[in-house]
């Protein structure tokens, strides 16, 4: 562990830097052994994304105008149609990535915090993979969001048919921004303090 | 009682806080963390002139990639079609600012910038003059590097693709080969050079023109001490 033989990451540049120095040999930046307020930072931007995950769900996506007929779809609807409509492989993609993965990101995040927080079993390794597949897979719930912008400029046949988009996408937009965000403040090794704190106790 | 190691001589891990011993990495190496296998370094051998070019084109490619159309549709006779542009005026034109400036952020911004700084940065590495503002450039470069959404708006037009085949006739349209284009550029930009390989090389300029002045002062000193 870099603690016990007192050296700190210049998380920039990536040098090792003694403890006793604030800023980095190589890029002159503050160097700090753990990022500051990083379990606060997470939990804030994840609540957050928590409250807004509600609104996501329930406001409508868009709305697809078809002859006269006006139909609402949010997520889950959107899903439900493409499920009726036989499209089984692209319902399947778009509910993990718009449904699946948020929650996946939330729920996930949300147990690191708490297990670092309330001192709770660490099992490092398999947290530590669970985070490094929170932060891989973060960006690909924004696929729905490009279906949808595709949708609304190719269907756009004068008034017979044409899509408008809900307030839906703006909640969900705020949902992804702020779940990167929460990943990127969450600091990992902070784990590895709470495992160690363990085997003292 | 452990032993402090000398920070030039061990790799840290970011992820699980590990000090490792640093090895010498020949061209083409990677070292991974023993501990949660994260990837500590890379070195890459690729001579930064053809990184330079390939992203030179990326950048090049953007503003055609952006414009042109990537797919069109049909339907009773009225054709309709979709560029990245067109995607984001639509939004904008609905009032929905946020989900347009993420796109236009993800798809256009984030990767032109990533071209711009990558140039600037290279550029300067070829011509080997060293300033300090080029880490502060290097550390955006790195902040943005992994944010870029061109993929991912790839598989979401191929998905539109084929959930619109059932209202009308979708076919993909000639911007979509230079889009591919560009994704194929960014990413051997990406995977040809890694921030480590640079960090590297900047801090090697940095010693080179710091030994450089202090052989100069040495020699304007000697020059005073004689008058």
């Known amino acids: ?49 928590l409250l807004l995950y509600i609104p996501a769900n329930i406001l409508p996506m868009f709305i697809f105008n078809k002859f006269g007929i006006v139909t609402t779809n949010t997520i889950f609807g959107g899903i439900l149609l493409l499920i009726q ?24 995040l949300g147990l690191l915090v708490l297990t670092i927080k309330y001192n709770l079993y660490v099992c490092t390794r398999k947290y530590i993979f669970l985070y ?12 729905d969001l490009f279906v ?45 303090d709470a495992a160690e704190k363990q085997i003292n106790k | 009682m452990i032993i402090q190691p000398h920070p030039d001589n061990i790799w840290l891990c970011r992820v699980c806080d590990t000090v490792i011993a640093k090895q010498p990495l020949s061209t083409g190496e990677k070292a991974f963390c023993p501990e949660c296998r994260h990837k500590l370094a890379e070195k890459n051998g690729c001579s930064l002139w053809i990184v330079l070019i390939i992203t030179c084109i990326g950048l090049l490619l ?3 990639a952006s414009v042109l159309p990537l797919m069109h549709m049909r339907l009773f006779s009225v054709a309709t079609d979709h560029s990245i542009i067109s995607g984001i005026t639509s939004f ?22 990533y071209f711009i700084l990558m140039i600037i940065l290279l550029s300067f590495m070829v011509l080997n003059s060293y300033h300090t503002w080029l880490m502060k450039l290097l550390h955006l470069l790195q902040c943005i590097r992994n944010q870029s959404m061109l993929e991912i708006y790839l598989s979401g037009l191929i998905i539109a693709m084929v959930k619109l ?23 051997l930009s990406l995977l040809l050079i890694t921030p480590y390989t640079l960090w590297e090389k900047l801090e090697w300029m940095q010693n080179e023109t710091h030994s450089i002045s202090r052989f100069s002062n040495r020699q304007t000193n000697g020059k005073t001490g004689k008058t």
Request: hydrophobic share 55%.
């Open chain 1, 1 to 49: 562990m870099g603690k016990q033989a007192k050296l700190k990451k210049c998380l920039v540049c990536g040098k090792a830097v003694y403890a006793t120095k604030s800023a980095c040999v190589r890029c002159g930046s503050a160097v700090h052994m753990r990022k500051k307020h990083s379990l606060k930072k997470t939990t804030v931007f994840l609540i957050a994304a």
């Open chain 2, 92 to 113: 904008v034109q609905q009032g929905m600012w946020i989900p347009a400036v993420l796109i236009s952020l993800g798809i256009i911004g984030i990767p032109s910038l």
């Open chain 2, 62 to 64: 953007i503003i055609p």
């Open chain 2, 165 to 187: 085949n059932g209202i009308g006739s979708v076919y993909p349209g000639f911007g979509l080969i230079i889009f591919i284009g560009l994704i194929i550029f960014q990413l």
């Open chain 1, 85 to 108: 409509e036989g499209m089984y492989g692209i319902a399947l993609i778009i509910f993990c990535a718009s449904i699946l993965i948020p929650a996946f990101k939330i729920i996930g």
């Open chain 1, 148 to 192: 949808i912008s595709v949708m609304l400029t190719l269907i756009h046949f004068s008034h017979f048919i044409s899509v408008t988009i809900g307030w839906g996408t703006s909640a969900f937009c705020c949902v992804v921004i702020l779940t990167m965000l929460a990943v990127n403040s969450f600091d990992s090794r902070l784990l590895w």
């Open chain 1, 132 to 143: 490094l597949l929170i932060n891989t897979i973060g960006r690909w719930s924004m696929v």
